[in-house]
């Protein structure tokens, strides 16, 4: 994907959360981070790329639709202060469990699947679940409740999504404003263009 690094950046509180949510789950339990800060022209291509694909399978939209259906699993890419794109922050992470031997647990759905069940209630909303549907349930839920021990947020059309310090945890949360603005990674580059 254009633009995109190959390792996983947060804040250092968001950091520091997510060590306490690893420490407290059961032993047999891991906890896996999948994304973290990205660039500006990444969220663009996943904005893009997403909108693309609902486009070409629902062309029957209005550009309004269009625009709602692809911000419910990817946000609009912003760099403004007072509204920039989540990931941007560094306070949204993606997150799933994995079990002893680091392999990932059963969500229900894949990571970046971008369909109702992801919501992050979906399954809670099966009145005759299956075994599956219940274990997938059950994994969502502890994922759920450990992240949200550590003070984290979730965003409800993504059972991996959570946030802390940014405008959708300020609200969720209920907080005036957020902690966190929009980020960039300290680099050659970024220097010299401060420097020149």
Request: aromatic content about 10%; some cysteine; overall charge negative.
């Amino acid at each position: 994907m254009p633009g995109a690094v190959n390792e996983c950046y947060v804040r250092e509180g968001v950091y520091r959360r997510l060590l306490k949510v690893a420490r407290t789950l059961p032993a047999e339990y891991g906890l896996v981070v999948l994304d973290g800060w990205r660039p500006w022209r990444v969220q663009q291509y996943l904005f893009d790329t997403l909108q693309e694909a609902i486009h070409s399978h629902h062309p029957e939209l209005g550009d309004e639709a269009l625009l709602e259906r692809t911000r419910e699993f990817v946000s609009v890419p912003s760099r403004e202060a007072s509204s920039p794109s989540p990931h941007l922050t560094g306070g949204a992470v993606d997150v799933t469990l994995s079990d002893a031997d680091g392999l990932p647990m059963d969500m229900g759905t894949l990571f970046d699947e971008a369909v109702p069940v992801s919501h992050t209630a979906a399954l809670e909303e099966i009145s005759r679940p299956d075994a599956r549907q219940r274990q997938a349930r059950d994994n969502r839920r502890r994922l759920f409740d450990a992240m949200r021990e550590q003070g984290f947020t979730n965003l409800p059309s993504e059972w991996w999504h959570y946030d802390m310090g940014d405008q959708l945890w300020a609200h969720y949360s209920r907080h005036a404003q957020a902690l966190y603005g929009p980020a960039e990674l300290e680099t050659i580059e970024s220097r010299w263009r401060r420097q020149l």
